[in-house]
């Protein structure tokens, strides 16, 4: 059993920048992709960023030259460092873990919100 234990989150204004992590806590085995998802009231989960075990990296268009993920693999840990937020980020961000057996794990989720 994974539990994806996130940190961080808060709120700033447009402009700022703020950083989420994400501890894999309870698992000792490979994970294949960590990642972040977003979702504001009314609108569906989306993917922001992730990253596989190779180190390959997916963005959503919106956040690309904004935001960086990263990873460390030995700790089964994700950062994502969000620079030049904008109101638009405004949503509850969840950390994704997926593992090699294709089990997928969500975080509670972490408040962001770019006020104006």
């Known amino acids: 059993q994974v539990q994806p234990v996130e940190s961080g989150g808060g709120s700033v204004q447009a402009g700022g920048s703020l950083r989420l992590t994400c501890a894999a806590s309870?698992?000792?085995?490979?994970?294949?992709?960590m990642g972040w998802y977003r979702q504001a009231p009314g609108n569906e989960r989306e993917l922001v960023a992730d990253?596989?075990?190779?180190?390959?990296?997916r963005y959503v268009d919106t956040v690309k030259g904004r935001f960086t993920i990263s990873r460390d693999h030995a700790r089964n840990m994700v950062d994502l460092q969000m620079n030049n937020l904008e109101p638009g980020d405004t949503a509850t961000y969840y950390c994704?873990?997926?593992?090699?057996?294709?089990?997928?794990?969500w975080g509670q989720g972490t408040q962001v919100t770019v006020s104006s």
């Open positions: 994704s873990v997926r593992t090699f057996g294709n089990q997928h794990y």
């Open positions: 309870g698992y000792s085995g490979s994970i294949s992709i």
């Open positions: 990253i596989d075990s190779s180190g390959s990296i």
